[in-house]
């Protein structure tokens, strides 16, 4: 994991008021749910008492109370009573369940995964999925490190192959280029793959930046599009369980039709077709080893797979820049 992060990790639609959401994220065990005004909290599942899981407590007062003995903590993770001590007895500072940074927004719930801090910066979103889009969803588990997820919609050779029937129709396996530019932190990939007739496929080095937008769009760490048409978009938040694990939150966005139900029955079958092409990755990306990805573990890559590249080299990148040695 890139410390000092936002990761998108959950749809908001998860937490409902009132519940309590254990789930298993970023290699931990976590709890999320809703404060009195609705603000999304998220807390490590585990009661610093004698360390039973906070997620299957309640909600009381505003507060979590964790279903052993009967310790509350606030949405800070401050402990505000232990009930074997008296309801007045003072709480000691040190009774204190984890807390981490946490925010709602683009209808994903997003976790701070680093050291909490004043000035955290915004979510990393794309500016260009605004409310003139509405959107289906599709949650899918996969058991694959999110790195070999995301790769994956980066690779640009697999698609006349993998998805022959459907989004790689047309047998275009020769790979010009591709090019891929990384601007801050989003990296950009123009796809230009081309029938073989004979011909050798231009190198990555050879082929100018295109005048028109990429067709794909992967921001830092965990969110990637698929520009299909400006009305016309797919969306993936790869949310890390944990080494070996993912959940995929994938996205039909469209502001074609904009009538209400029939607006959302095709945000529905996009998500469901959004599904099935996923799956057809999905079978073979988690076969893949070692399970998690990165430069010098022995692959061997060619000029195809450079957006690959780019994305690995960056991610070693900030891993270093953020030189932290922080651990939840
Ligand atoms: S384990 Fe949570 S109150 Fe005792
Ligand atoms: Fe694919």
């Excluded at 507060?63 to 008296?86: E, K, M, T, W, Y």
């Excluded at 680093?114 to 979510?123: Q, Y």
């Excluded at 469209?254 to 095709?266: A, G, W």
Aim: with cysteine.
């Amino acid at each position: 994991m890139i410390p000092n992060q936002w990761y998108a990790i959950l749809d908001s639609r998860e937490v409902r008021p009132g519940k309590l959401v254990g789930v298993r994220r970023m290699g931990v065990n976590l709890v999320a749910w809703r404060d009195d005004e609705g603000q999304i909290v998220l807390m490590r599942d585990k009661c610093p008492h004698r360390g039973a899981a906070l997620s299957l407590g309640k909600l009381a007062d505003g507060h979590i109370q964790c279903p052993f003995h009967g310790f509350r903590f606030d949405p800070s993770g401050a402990c505000v009573l232990i009930p074997a001590n008296g309801r007045n007895a003072p709480v000691p500072k040190a009774f204190r369940a984890h807390s981490f940074p946490a925010r709602d927004e683009h209808g994903l719930i997003w976790i701070w995964w680093g050291r909490p801090r004043e000035d955290l910066p915004p979510v990393p979103f794309f500016d260009d999925l605004d409310e003139s889009f509405a959107y289906g969803t599709y949650a899918v588990h996969w058991n694959a490190h999110y790195s070999r997820a995301i790769e994956n919609q980066l690779d640009v050779s697999h698609l006349p192959f993998i998805h022959t029937n459907t989004i790689g129709r047309g047998n275009r396996t020769v790979v010009n280029g591709p090019v891929s530019v990384l601007e801050d932190d989003e990296l950009h990939v123009w796809v230009m793959n081309k029938v073989d007739a004979g011909q050798l496929a231009a190198k990555p080095s050879d082929v100018s930046r295109p005048d028109y937008p990429p067709l794909l769009r992967f921001r830092f760490p965990n969110v990637w599009q698929n520009a299909i048409a400006p009305d016309l978009r797919v969306f993936v938040a790869f949310a890390p369980i944990d080494a070996e694990n993912t959940m995929m939150y994938l996205r039909f966005y469209q502001r074609f039709i904009k009538v209400p139900l029939l607006r959302e029955l095709v945000c529905w079958v996009g998500a469901i077709a959004n599904n099935r092409i996923a799956g057809e990755d999905q079978r073979v990306v988690v076969t893949q080893q070692p399970k998690i990805s990165g430069l010098g573990i022995g692959e061997k890559l060619i000029p195809a797979d450079q957006p690959i590249i780019r994305y690995l080299k960056h991610r070693g990148e900030l891993i270093d820049a953020a030189g932290d040695d922080w651990q939840p």
